[in-house]
């Protein structure tokens, strides 16, 4: 931890004593003079901190005039962003001072879902929400009251109510996004890719995509080192059915039948083993089960994929080979929205495996490894025993490698039939549940049984059109959050969160609210530290450093180990890269990744897929007035070839109806040769119904209410998404298309499917299961 | 002697939008106009078999800081005047807004600002380079595909990416003011984005609706009139090359 940044704390922590300015309660944090630079023709002052307008959090500085933020730029001395930040992270001074934003604490004096409101003073919200909850814990029990936290911000809070005995979280990140692939690569890799994900772009002599659209999912670090490796002339395989912007940038393009992505990778193994191509050292030293995989992967020949997936075979070993040949420095990406079609744990055990092939993990060029960074913490102890939690309760939806808190249609479910028990309260942090938990007619009709729902956000997302109270947090401009203590980089780092401005309005911190909560909840002990700034000390001090230290830098790195592989050592039973994975099969699942087909559009319908804007975050930018002038609506991509056979032009107005009759629009259409022409995409986040969101009201339509239709993924109860159909009217008229070939395809599909010739069996030598250290993992966005 | 010149690399950029929004944030440009602006080409076919012979880019548009640009030929008081660095900059104690220059430009570079009541557009953030800084788009671009700098200095990347690897400006077989912004990459997406987004015709005023809409704000403003006689001998000169790209 000798870099050169501690002798500059050092030196400002001297600084700040020689200026001989007052110190204050709160330390150093307003003793130290800010730096100032130019905007336009104005001189400035710079405070550094983390953006929140995605949950990668990037560097950033606010350019701060007379107490005003006039504009925000990426921080230089960050190691993720390196002063680069996206236009949302630009336009966040728009988010900042949004007109729409939630101002003061309301309550419900209407109807649900008729907006009208009650101004009241915190006190007054925050005793009426405790006191019902408490009226609620006392009638049902703690298991009654269910929240759905988002961000770092909520984690706060939902420590205090899980200390108060609450024990249904239902956590998005894992259940909506990125939950079977972090759960295939711990049972394959005994650790997830990270988040940010271990990726080592930079290196990487060929990356491949799968499903990603790196670019318009923009996360800066990772777009910044994708574009380097472009520059450098990396090799670029893209998996979409969609020309997305990264497939415009590839040398193959794999315009995949959408669902039969693991067919591909299966063949991409088989090849590589076939061919003698695979890492031979790297599979032999560390991983476990390669005999398995071998006899298994046989029937999974290029030939058999290219039925299955449209890809020709020769393309497929074309890629596959490159592919052995420029190992390990080959980069797999694992994804991260990987809720799909849910089987997806297994098409993310076939990517592991891919990797661990490739002997690309610890490999420049490969998935790095992470330098732990300790951090303590400002702890709200468990006061009570906890009760079971909804998914335990039921008995029936029990899936056994579920993690982090509990899948959100459990609480939708539950809340819904009173079984297995009743569900009184939710309440939701920095997330709209109604457009990232699919079926919202069901959530909506499950709040209808609510005694209590809270609502805490920046704006007035769709769930405070329901909700009792609400409560107005700040944004992370005027906030402290809990510190960022980053391990998952090739330069470890810890950065901040801190006011660039102070709260407007009434907003309130997280801490603020916590605390609040807590005492009146009457719980000693939790959250022992007097403010924000204590906190974010005392969870700093084993690295030696404190908050004045990152005041004005805002981040601090360290050197790391990337590439260490002395000690590499994997958390599976075997001790080894699980390539056929034993907990799978002690659990009765298939040990090695088989291809199951996926259920086909009917007749006349398009597969409905989705994705991201690169201006947008889902709902939470919509209402940006910067980012809704650059893509104020979204617009269903619709094939050109099916576009002319139904009469469909570019621009033309349609509705979107979905196989249960579940219409939405109108929206308009983009006619393009970029998909095809069994799927329609669109990108999530739009379609507002909150009238006091008065700026993205209405724009464009919700892929959301479009999914009426969801498939749990056996293995984590993860929640796919891409199984819903839709049809295309217009003017009144529903109409139809089918692709060439349709039937046949049908056919071939179901030819294709291949018994898995592997025993499910617990395997003799392997030790009973240690228990194994939990790794931390932090809820995150998508 | 320096001429300042920048170059977008379109196989690095991924239509972010980003550069587009530190520019509104650094000059307060006005909403739904641009300083600097980004628009997708969407996925072309180029004639081959479906679905695998797609090429898309974005096309990243500013002022081009034009080697003859016909927008300060346009402008009546000479509040438009290109800069011994190569820059071309709009002097707002000139500027009348009366937005000759805007049609002028066949870029589509400049806009009159509804408040200020000038005409504003990118100046390559000049103000910043006086400070030692960057363009500010070029600060936040988070792929580095906008690449600044100076094109007589041989050591320089734009120098480099414009010389020897051929960087080309958006120009057609009727329009070529000598522009200096400077596009890099697959010489497809190149092609692409320069047919799809060509310079159009500019417009030059004739000198009579100049007196007109000059005459007009000017005595309305009080300007006193040495500043017109001062002017005279100028517009005179412009009005010769009138015709030079129509
Ligand atoms: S990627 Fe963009 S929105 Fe996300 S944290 Fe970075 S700058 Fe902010
Ligand atoms: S791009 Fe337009 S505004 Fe810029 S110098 Fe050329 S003509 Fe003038
Ligand atoms: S910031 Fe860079 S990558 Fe983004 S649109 Fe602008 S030039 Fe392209």
Request: include cysteine; charged fraction near 25%; hydrophobic fraction near 35%.
């Amino acid at each position: 931890m000798s870099n050169g940044r501690l002798t500059r704390r050092q030196f400002l922590k001297g600084t700040a004593l020689v200026a001989g300015t007052t110190i204050l309660p709160t330390g150093l944090v307003r003793a130290q003079r800010r730096p100032t630079t130019w905007h336009g023709r104005e001189r400035v002052t710079e405070i550094p901190s983390t953006c929140e307008m995605c949950f990668w959090r990037c560097g950033i500085i606010g350019e701060v005039k007379d107490g005003r933020l006039v504009k925000i730029k990426g921080n230089p001395l960050h190691p993720n962003n390196r002063g680069k930040i996206c236009a949302r992270g630009n336009a966040g001074l728009k988010t900042l001072y949004d007109p729409d934003r939630l101002k003061y604490p309301l309550m419900r004096v209407g109807k649900r879902g008729e907006a009208k409101w009650r101004r009241v003073s915190w006190n007054e919200a925050l005793d009426y929400m405790v006191d019902k909850l408490k009226d609620i814990k006392s009638k049902y029990g703690p298991e009654a009251i269910a929240m759905f936290p988002h961000g770092v911000s909520s984690r706060l809070l939902k420590s205090v109510f899980a200390s108060w005995g609450v024990v249904n979280f239902a956590v998005a990140s894992f259940n909506h996004c990125k939950g079977p692939r972090d759960v295939a690569f711990k049972l394959t890799f005994g650790t997830s890719p990270g988040s940010p994900e271990r990726l080592d772009l930079p290196n990487a002599s060929m990356i491949v995509l799968i499903g990603s659209h790196l670019g318009e999912n923009i996360h800066t670090g990772q777009v910044r080192e994708f574009a380097e490796a472009i520059g450098r002339g990396a090799k670029i395989v893209v998996v979409d059915p969609r020309f997305s912007t990264a497939a415009s940038k590839a040398h193959w393009w794999l315009p995949i039948r959408p669902g039969s992505d693991t067919a591909l990778i299966l063949a991409w193994i088989n090849v590589l083993i076939e061919k003698d191509l695979y890492d031979k050292e790297f599979v032999n030293r560390y991983t476990y089960g390669f005999e398995e995989l071998k006899k298994a992967i046989k029937p999974f020949t290029p030939e058999w994929a290219e039925k299955v997936t449209d890809i020709p075979a020769s393309t497929i070993r074309e890629i596959a080979v490159e592919m052995g040949i420029r190992k390990p420095s080959v980069l797999v990406h694992p994804g991260r929205h990987t809720v799909w079609y849910g089987n997806d744990v297994q098409r993310s055990r076939a990517i592991a495996i891919l990797v661990a092939l490739l002997g690309s993990w610890g490999k420049p060029g490969g998935y790095f490894l992470p330098t732990p960074l300790k951090k303590s913490k400002c702890p709200c102890p468990k006061q009570e025993k906890p009760s079971k939690d909804v998914c335990e309760a039921s008995g029936k939806h029990i899936y056994p490698f579920h993690e982090e808190g509990v899948p959100s249609q459990c609480v939708v479910d539950a809340t819904l039939t009173g079984k297995p028990y009743p569900i009184k309260a939710w309440i939701t942090y920095g997330t709209n549940i109604i457009q990232s938990i699919p079926q919202p007619e069901r959530t909506i009709k499950a709040i209808e049984k609510l005694d209590l729902l809270v609502a805490i956000d920046i704006l007035p997302t769709d769930p405070s059109l329901y909700a009792d109270v609400i409560l107005p947090e700040a944004t992370y401009l005027e906030r402290y959050d809990l510190p960022f203590v980053v391990s998952n980089w090739t330069d470890p780092y810890v950065a901040i969160r801190q006011p660039v401005v102070k709260p407007l309005f009434q907003s309130k911190g997280p801490f603020w609210i916590a605390k609040e909560v807590s005492k009146r909840l009457g719980l000693k002990n939790c959250l022992p530290c007097n403010s924000e700034e204590e906190m974010i000390d005392k969870i700093l001090e084993p690295l030696n450093i404190s908050l004045g230290d990152l005041t004005n830098k805002g981040v601090m790195s360290f050197p790391g180990r990337p590439y260490d592989t002395s000690n590499l050592r994997f958390r599976t039973p075997t001790g080894k890269i699980e390539l056929y994975s034993t907990k799978l099969a002690a659990k009765g699942f298939s040990p090695i990744p088989v291809f199951e087909p996926v259920d086909e559009p009917p007749k006349g319908y398009f597969r409905l897929i989705y994705g991201r804007s690169p201006v947008h975050s889902f709902t939470r930018t919509v209402n940006n007035e910067w980012l809704d002038e650059i893509y104020p609506e979204n617009r269903v991509w619709l094939n050109e070839k099916a576009a002319e056979k139904m009469g469909i032009k570019d621009g033309d107005e349609v509705y979107l109806v979905n196989q249960d009759g579940v219409k939405e629009g109108p929206v308009k259409v983009f006619v393009t040769p970029g998909i095809r022409d069994d799927c329609v995409f669109i990108v999530h986040g739009f379609g507002q119904k909150n009238p006091m969101m008065r700026r993205a009201y209405n724009k464009g339509i919700s892929d959301s209410f479009l999914m009426t239709k969801i498939k749990p993924d056996p293995i984590t109860g993860t929640t796919g998404m891409r199984v819903n159909f839709v049809k295309i009217e217009k003017n009144g008229k529903l109409l139809e298309y089918t692709p060439e070939g349709y039937e046949e395809r049908l056919k071939e599909m179901k030819a294709a499917h291949v018994t898995p010739t592997i025993k499910i069996q617990k395997p003799a030598n392997v030790q009973p299961e240690q228990p194994q250290p939990q790794e931390e993992e932090e809820e995150e966005g998508c | 002697m320096t001429k300042y010149a920048m170059v977008i690399n379109v196989e690095k950029c991924v239509g972010c939008h980003a550069c587009e929004l530190a520019c509104k944030a650094e000059w307060g440009v006005a909403e739904n106009e641009h300083r600097t602006w980004v628009k997708p080409t969407y996925p072309q076919s180029l004639g081959g078999k479906g679905l695998f012979d797609l090429v898309a880019a974005f096309y990243v548009g500013q002022c081009n800081h034009c080697d003859h640009p016909t927008c300060v030929e346009a402008c009546p008081t000479g509040a438009t005047f290109k800069r011994e660095d190569g820059i071309v900059v709009v002097d707002y104690d000139l500027c009348i807004g009366c937005g000759y220059c805007v049609e002028a430009c066949p870029y589509g570079a400049r806009y009159v600002h509804p408040t200020l009541k000038k005409v504003d557009k990118c100046d390559f953030c000049a103000p910043r380079l006086e400070k030692g800084l960057e363009p500010a788009c070029v600060e936040t671009c988070i792929t580095g595909a906008k690449v600044f700098g100076d094109l007589e200095d041989p050591t320089s990347e734009v120098y480099k990416l414009v010389y020897e690897e051929g960087a080309r400006g958006i120009t057609s077989e009727e329009v070529n003011i000598g522009p200096n912004v400077y596009y890099i990459g697959d010489e497809k997406k190149v092609d692409l984005i320069i047919n799809k987004f060509p310079p159009r015709k500019p417009k030059l005023p004739t000198p009579a609706s100049i007196w007109e809409k000059l005459l007009k704000p000017l005595l309305g403003l009080g300007v006193v009139a040495s500043f017109l006689g001062a002017s005279v001998a100028y517009f005179i000169q412009l009005f010769k090359g009138e015709d030079k790209f129509e």
